[in-house]
């Protein structure tokens, strides 16, 4: 998505997950393992994103931010930067569930 190279259709969320889990539980048990061990990977990867909320973020923030300031950020500056990790995170629930309630 980031690189244009799919759109927002794609993007799921819980609705369609489970919608998509559904399906492949009826076409198998290993289908349904591969699509948890992707459902895994995906959350993991998810996670390591630079976003402030998420660990990529939290690992930016220490090692990125303030090794080269030698000090942590002021209590207001990573209180602002948090909160627009969450908003961001949010923006992206909303949107998918959203994507979800119009495909289905």
């Known amino acids: 998505m980031f690189t244009g190279n799919m ?3 794609n993007l799921s969320g819980p609705i ?3 919608k998509m889990s559904g399906d492949t539980a009826k076409a198998g ?3 349904f393992l591969y699509l948890m061990a992707l459902l895994s990977i995906s959350l993991g990867v998810m996670n390591l994103l ?3 909320v998420l660990d990529g973020g939290q690992l930016v ?3 990125g931010v303030e090794a080269l300031r030698g000090a942590p ?3 207001k500056v990573e209180n602002f930067v948090y ?3 969450t908003v961001m995170i949010l923006f992206l ?3 998918a569930v959203f994507n979800d309630v119009a495909r289905f």
């Open 73 to 75: 950020l002021p209590d």
């Open 93 to 95: 629930m909303v949107f």
């Open 83 to 85: 909160a627009t990790g």
């Open 29 to 31: 048990f290993l289908p």
């Open 61 to 63: 923030m220490l090692l």
């Open 50 to 52: 630079p976003i402030p």
């Open 16 to 18: 369609g997950i489970v």
């Open 7 to 9: 759109g927002t259709e």
